[in-house]
């Protein structure tokens, strides 16, 4: 069945734009001033907060390692858990991923820390190459501490099964600090990336490039996940964030964003049609 025209425009951008010289100036001093928004959404006290909470968990993947390696003997009797735990913990870290993704695109203002990188991401994607691994990761440290922290109260248990809860935790730490880059990887153009993470990304074991170009697609209501993408399906086929929203909006009133995302693209691409000889 062909799709309505209003609707194509939406799934296809393109179809309602050209690139030429002067769009193109423009668009660069409409990042600028955009850039310029957003350093004003991102106070000192966030950027102080994100080293901290980087410095942290680096301290804490460290020592965990070291203790690792000074009590071997504890890790065969749960080695299955503790292999069980790794690729486990490589998907949670996924689903985590896109909840706080969710979250931060659909609900909150525009201008507040933490949530305007994400809303400022859906206009200029490619700008998120140009961030710095603080800016980048610091805010999924910030959750991130609450994982190391569970991870070495539950070595303080002797037992083995939680060895491998700690492992678990530590597991997703460490995937959840790289997420942010991982996503960048998916946004920077392939002759840039070294040859190991393109492999990477097309074996699908990072966030795949065509798959997360999905989501940047209007209204944003789909392929949140941008760890490695394969929690994706399941939790659009079986509606995983619409069932979050509508837990949110029973306890708020509100809408998510990508609703009126949707709703104002189909009456300006509705007008525009009108508009046409």
Known sequence: MAQPE????ITNPSMTQQSTPSTARHEKATVQKDHDIVNKSYPFWQRFLEITALS??????????????????LIYPARFRV?????????????LSGTIHWAMDNWGSD???????????????EEITQHDFVELNGNTCLVGLLATLLAWLSLLIPDTPWLATAVFLQVTLVFGVLTNSIHAWAHTSKNELPKILRFAQESNIILNRRHHQE???????KNYAI?????????????????????????????PRH??????TIQKNSDSLASRP
């Open 6 to 9: 209003h609707l194509a425009m």
């Open 56 to 73: 942290l968990c680096a301290l804490s993947i460290s020592c965990f390692l070291l203790y690792l390696s000074l009590h071997v003997s």
């Open 83 to 95: 292999l069980v735990s790794i690729p486990l913990a490589y998907l949670i870290t996924d689903l």
């Open 111 to 125: 201008t507040a820390p933490f949530v305007a990188p994400f809303r400022r991401h859906h206009l200029h994607p």
């Open 215 to 221: 989501h940047h697609r209007a209204p944003h209501h």
């Open 227 to 255: 760890t490695n993408g394969l929690t994706n399906g399941v939790c659009d086929r079986f509606g995983y964030y619409e069932f979050l929203g509508k837990i949110v909006t029973s306890i708020s009133g509100q809408q």
């Open 259 to 264: 609703k009126s995302i949707l709703e104002e």
